[in-house]
């Protein structure tokens, strides 16, 4: 069952043409890698998709219902989430409040009952305090719940992300660079997070550089270069495309 | 150690700067306060010297027309960010003291004198006490998260699925119920009002309430008011005038400055931040302006 | 339609305007090159009002005569004024904004710190000037008055438009041809690219605060001589007609602060002129300033910049 339908999506900048007639899908339970050399629109459509920019033409499907005119907080609530390429943590607040912030689609006490003590809404937030607690349990930051959200290392920065991400409990995950900046061995933990989120058929759309990140975890990836698709296929695939590797050396010289 | 007249500002004070901090704890720097204040103040008026309302009937009153101004003024202003949210809700303040100035009700430039005096200690302790648990209750609320992820970052707040225009309101509109009720509370206090009551001047002052004791906390804009407003009465107080000559004129106004400076400068969270070791911060004043990176 | 005299309008509206605009091009080149809202630029066009006034008089009205009763030429004491306002905006940049440069709030407590010193500069000029209302003394400026038409100007007032006129152009001349200019637009631009050239951006931030303090030291000398009127808190009105004048042109754009403030000083003398009462002119600058920050954020000369989301 297809999750995602992107149709002929085109953004422009002024006179630049950031992503440039893209259509792939996203079917649901899978992980689809969208990967390209900088510059090539990736971020742009994770932007169109969560409806931070709007698209100059082209069509965003998801469950069947079209996303590219609402606003960012509708699409949220639609089961979109997603991580940020540079980290935006809430700074100011801790590990476990970061994620019980990502727990607001899941939640629905009013104000107005929790100035008056309501008993519904204490269990609300105990449950709430639960699920986060789980979910840093989950991406193994269970023993840094009080910690404020900067203070920790790079890499469990970025899994503090996908924590807060997935307390919404999206249907759609969309992670930018989750693997940017980290160290083997923080990579490796990444992958088994992603790999154990794929197990429970989350539906993830990654974006990433790292191609052991990539090629470990992805079913079908889609590339761009210069905003347009040059290619899209398995894994295996894609490693022997040869415009892949035209645009990927292209790019190192 | 106050007399009663310091010790019934104060509590209007807090009131003011309990207003201004249910915004800044949405990270919107709105200085409507004042004009906020200034609707309730004379509406209340109005309504005991010419309608002849009963008092709780005047407060309900000049709660919610305040309330009601917000919604009109806020849902095209909220959608401004940084400094530009607070040079149009400073607007707000010039344009309602023209419209005063010229109303024949609200008694012109002279403002109206010899409001009978309603508001009792009463009255003053029970509007602080119900502002405190509003702001203390917010904490940890869902709501009250929602504020937070705003004041960090407003774009991901809304990737989230917060309705941040929504909540921007609802801090805005609480903060004017603030507002007002310590317009008309005030207004029948000390009996008289006056259109440049409720200007820049004032403005300005109810922000510092928040700066000087820091907006980390609800507690932190109390504490500024309070301490703020038993100033100049310490300065003038038997002891210390015997030390240095302080009459109220330009030092307690060259005091204000250089305590809103050092705070500003030295104590980013507040003079609360000094009895509190809090790791939680700097807190923005207010979000700042973010923009998507495009690639 | 009440009968107009539209030659005394316009040439009160040039008056107007003329002070509007002066103000407003210090107090947009801030913005311009900082990103930031000094709200102690009325302060700094308080005390450049002052300075030039005891450097006329040889009197500071809350301490005494000056030592040798100097007393200097009013064109001389306005030169000097200025330069000491512009001391003042270095100051204020090093007091107010300097420390907070890297702080992640920077636009909201750097405007907060300067409302701060413009407290103390108030309280200060406050002691020194004393609060009630001084004025230049009689013969200052050759009394008389320009006709034009039906319509007669003072030389005071005159001198504002002339004023305006000729530091507007010298401004324009400034930052559009010389290398000066070249490198505050730069750092205006993006200071991180212009740290890289080589630029000493923060020379720059002092330059450009002494260059916008001078003006707005020198919009406070001529408003205050042609209206007769000098007092402490003589800036705190123009402070928000201000704010007004640089939104309607487009915050950080030094043309359009002028264009902002022609047009709203023309806009409050024709509207005086048409319903035969002043009582709405103040509010004319809040109602324009509202609907221009709502409809069209980026104001009427300032394209590039993006303040909303």
Known sequence: MTLLRVEGLTRRFGGVVAVDDVSFTVGAGEIVGLIGPNGAGKTTVINLLTGLLRPSSGQIEFNGARLDSLTPHRIARAGVARTYQNIRLFRGLSALDNVIVGTHLRTRASFAARLAFAPAVRREEAEARETARALLARVNLGQREAARATSLPYGEQRRLEIARALAAQPELLLLDEPAAGMNPAEMDVLIALIRSLRDEGQTILLIEHNMQVVMGVCDRIVVLNFGRKIAEGTPAEISRDKDVITAYLGEEE | ?295 | MPDINWSQQLLNGLFAGSAYALFAVGYTLIFGVLDILNLAHQAIYMLGAFCALVLVTGNVAGLGPLPGGMQLPFWLATLLAMLVAGLLGILLDRLAFAPLRKRPDTHFSGMISSIAVALIFEALATWLFLPQRSQFPAGTIRPGAVTLGQGALSYSRVLVIVAALVLVVLLTVLLRFTKLGKAIRAVAENPKAARLLGINVEAIYSFSFFLSSALGGAAGIFYGLAVSRLDPTMGRSVELKGLAVIILGGMGSVPGAVLGGYLLGLTEVLSVALTNTSNYRDAIAFVLLFLILVLRPSGLLGARRVREA
Not at chain 2, 34 to 41: K, L, T, V, W
Not at chain 2, 223 to 233: D, H, I, Q, R, W
């Open chain 2, 1 to 295: 150690m106050f007399g009663e007249s310091v010790r019934q500002l104060m509590a209007i004070n807090a009131l003011l700067a309990l207003s201004i901090y249910l915004t800044l704890a949405c990270g919107q720097l709105s200085l409507a306060n004042a004009a906020f204040m200034g609707i309730g103040a004379y509406l209340g008026a109005v309504l005991t010297l010419n309608a002849g309302w009963p008092f709780w009937a005047v407060i309900v009153a000049a709660v919610i027309v305040p309330m009601l101004v917000a919604v009109l003024v806020g849902l095209p202003s909220l959608r401004l960010r940084g400094v530009f949210l607070a040079i149009a809700t400073l607007g707000l303040g010039e344009v309602l003291r023209v419209v005063i100035v010229n109303l024949r009700a609200t008694g012109g430039a002279e403002g109206i004198s010899s409001i009978p005096v309603k508001t009792h200690d009463w009255h003053l302790a029970l509007a602080l006490a119900v502002a405190l648990y509003l702001t203390w209750r917010l904490r940890g609320s869902r709501m009250g998260y929602a504020f937070e992820a705003i004041r960090e970052d407003e774009t991901v707040a809304r990737t989230m699925g917060i309705n941040t225009t929504r909540y921007k309101l609802i801090a805005f509109v609480l903060s004017a119920a603030l507002a007002g009720l310590a317009g008309v509370l005030k207004a029948h206090l000390f009996r008289a009002i006056t259109p440049g009551d409720y200007g820049f001047v004032q403005a300005v002052d109810i922000l510092t309430f928040a700066v000087v004791g820091g907006s980390a906390s609800f507690l932190g804009p109390a504490l500024g008011a309070v301490l703020l407003t038993a100033l100049p009465e310490l300065l003038r107080s038997n002891v210390l005038r015997d030390v240095v000559n302080f009459e109220a004129g330009w030092q307690t106004l060259f005091l204000n400055g250089v305590i809103l400076l050092l705070v500003i400068l030295f104590l980013p969270n507040g003079l609360v931040s000094l009895f509190t070791r809090q790791w939680r911060r700097p807190t923005p004043l207010a979000s700042e302006p973010a923009t998507v990176e495009a690639t």
